[in-house]
C-alpha cells in the first residue's frame, strides 16, 4: 500500500520516490512494498526519447484515475506527477484539490507555463507545476521533478 499522504518536496521527490532513482530501484521498491501499478510507454515523436510511465492508482480506486504517476526516461526516475488522490502537499502547503487563485497567493511567483501551449499549467521557479482544472480552478496533479527539467537541453537527455 503507498501512503498518499506524503510531503512533496522539489528536486526530491515524495515519500519512498526519490528523484533521479533509477527504474531498477524503483521497481524493486514497489515490489517490496507490494504496491500495484500499470506500465506505460509514452513514445512521442521526433527527436525524444520513449518515456516509460509507472502508474500507481490509490487502493480500492478505479484504475481510471491515477494517484502517482513516475516518469522515467534513459532508465532516470525525472518526473513525479501527484494527481487528485494524493494527499501530501507541497512545502508551502500547495496541495491538489486546492484553488488556484490560493495557491497563487502562497506562491507569486506561479506563472502560467506558454511554452507548452498548456493554459491549465502553471511552473514554478521553485521546482514544480500544478495543473488545474478549468471547471472548478482546482488543482488536480502537482508535477515535481529534477533541475535538468527545466534546461533548454532537458530533451538531448544528458543529465
Not at 512494498?33 to 509507472?54: H, M, R
Not at 513525479?80 to 495557491?103: K, R, Y
Not at 506562491?107 to 482544472?133: A, C, H, R
Request: aromatic share 14%; charged share 25%; with cysteine.
Amino acid at each position: 500500500m503507498i501512503d498518499l499522504t506524503t510531503p512533496i518536496i522539489p528536486y526530491e521527490g515524495t515519500g519512498i520516490f526519490k528523484l533521479d532513482a533509477s527504474y531498477d530501484e524503483v521497481k524493486t521498491l514497489l515490489a517490496e512494498q507490494n504496491i500495484s501499478y500499470a506500465e506505460e510507454i509514452w513514445n512521442k515523436t521526433g527527436d525524444f526519447c520513449p518515456w516509460t510511465v509507472l502508474v500507481i492508482c490509490k487502493e480500492g480506486s478505479s484504475e481510471e484515475y491515477s494517484a502517482v504517476e513516475l516518469c522515467f526516461a534513459k532508465n532516470r526516475l525525472f518526473k513525479i506527477c501527484l494527481c487528485e488522490d494524493f494527499e501530501g502537499s507541497l512545502p508551502n502547503g500547495i496541495h491538489t484539490g486546492m484553488n488556484l487563485n490560493d495557491a497563487l497567493k502562497i506562491d507569486t511567483k506561479l506563472e502560467q507555463d506558454e511554452d507548452e501551449g498548456w493554459d491549465e499549467v502553471f511552473i514554478s521557479p521553485d521546482g514544480y507545476m500544478v495543473e488545474y482544472s478549468n471547471r472548478n480552478l482546482n488543482i488536480i496533479i502537482i508535477t515535481i521533478f529534477i533541475p535538468a527539467f527545466e534546461r533548454d537541453d532537458f530533451f538531448e537527455y544528458k543529465w
